[in-house]
């Protein structure tokens, strides 16, 4: 019996693939169409709009009956994407256009298109974690990380330098000027550790931001978090260690403690600045929870692109349930820093 492709659509964001002002890695809407013709993948192309639309495009797409959804974009177009098919059957493939793409690099698909568009006809397919953040204000989603500190309030303001928005630079000189460490009590699946930290660093993957390798042993389908606390760092010495890690680089610092867990809780004693994959929450208290194999994603496996993951899928595969990818909860474990 031949066995026909899943019904496909994609979604794409116009203006993916500019930062600061500087084109990376441009591709129109002809161009995607072009692009999934050459390689046989017959899909319906949706545009977003504005912030949140592609998780609103990829929620209609599943009611509509679409099974493989591809997010063109960034890695925020592919975090709203993957937002809508949590939870679902519905598989995400990424054709990546952002700078950055730390998604695309955990799920070891090539920064080529062409090799991208390969690796989504392929359809290896595994199941992996999602976070959720909850600050008072609100919650999100993330694949990548969720974090408190010092970090939280620099995103916040290079998202601002990002947008053009120059202005925001002498209030960021500013704030890493004041910025001192904060004493916290972090409860790592209820049980309570007390600290005196520069930032909490909540990390479904290794990456986040510039690349950085804030969890290096991360991976995506392990159904825990890797909890890594700064502790005894000054200010220059952390962006130090920040540089250190930029660009997938990998660094051991014994001042980074590390831990594992499914819920993490934040209590400082004084207000920390929240984010989750970069984009900010407010301000704590903060709970953060894994979603166990919540999501079905096309990987690839270039040897030089291996995916954050602690098993390969078969080639090809279909994706499991969420509640037969989740194995027994275990109780969380140390390891060194």
């Given at each position: 019996m031949t066995q026909h492709p899943p019904r496909t659509c994609l979604i794409i964001?116009?203006?993916?693939?500019?930062?600061?002002?500087?084109?990376?890695?441009?591709?129109?809407?002809?161009?995607?169409?072009?692009?999934?013709?050459?390689?046989?993948?017959?899909?319906?192309?949706?545009?977003?709009?504005?912030?949140g639309h592609g998780t609103e495009l990829a929620r209609q797409a599943v009611r509509d009956g679409f099974r493989r959804v591809i997010a063109a974009g960034g890695d925020g177009t592919v975090a709203e994407v993957a937002e809508g098919l949590v939870n679902t059957d519905a598989v995400l493939g990424v054709l990546p256009l952002g700078s950055i793409m730390n998604v695309a690099r955990m799920l070891g698909i090539p920064r080529d298109l062409d090799q991208a568009a390969e690796v989504i006809k392929a359809q290896r397919v595994a199941r992996i974690d999602i976070g959720e953040a909850r600050s008072q204000a609100k919650s999100r989603l993330f694949l990548e990380a969720a974090g408190i500190g010092i970090d939280a309030g620099l995103f916040a303001?290079?998202?601002?330098?990002?947008?053009?928005?120059?202005?925001?630079?002498?209030?960021?000189?500013?704030?890493?000027?004041?910025?001192?460490?904060?004493?916290?009590?972090?409860?790592?699946d209820g049980k309570p550790r007390r600290y005196r930290a520069m930032m909490v660093t909540v990390a479904n993957g290794p990456y986040l931001g510039a690349?950085?390798?804030?969890?290096?042993?991360?991976?995506?389908?392990?159904?825990?978090?890797?909890?890594?606390?700064?502790?005894?760092?000054?200010?220059l010495e952390l962006l130090r260690h920040l540089w250190?890690?930029?660009?997938?680089?990998?660094?051991?610092?014994?001042?980074?403690?590390?831990?594992?867990?499914?819920?993490?809780?934040?209590?400082?004693?004084?207000?920390m600045m929240i984010h989750a994959d970069s984009q900010p929450l407010g301000t704590t208290p903060a709970r953060i929870e894994l979603l166990p194999a919540a999501l079905a994603v096309i990987v690839g496996g270039d040897p030089a692109c291996l995916p954050a993951l602690t098993r390969q899928p078969a080639e090809p595969a279909a994706a499991p349930s969420a509640e037969a990818a989740s194995p027994e909860r275990a109780e969380p474990t140390a390891v060194a820093g």
């Open positions: 964001n116009p203006t993916a693939g500019r930062k600061v002002g500087l084109t990376t890695n441009p591709l129109g809407l002809d161009d995607a169409r072009a692009l999934l013709e050459c390689h046989g993948i017959e899909a319906e192309v949706f545009c977003t709009e504005r912030a303001y290079f998202n601002q330098l990002d947008s053009g928005n120059w202005r925001s630079l002498k209030p960021l000189l500013t704030f890493m000027w004041r910025y001192r460490p904060r004493r916290l009590t972090i409860r790592l690349a950085l390798t804030l969890a290096p042993d991360a991976r995506l389908d392990d159904r825990r978090f890797d909890v890594q606390i700064f502790t005894g760092f000054g200010k250190a890690i930029s660009g997938g680089r990998r660094v051991y610092n014994p001042k980074v403690l590390s831990f594992r867990a499914r819920t993490v809780e934040i209590e400082p004693r004084q207000p």
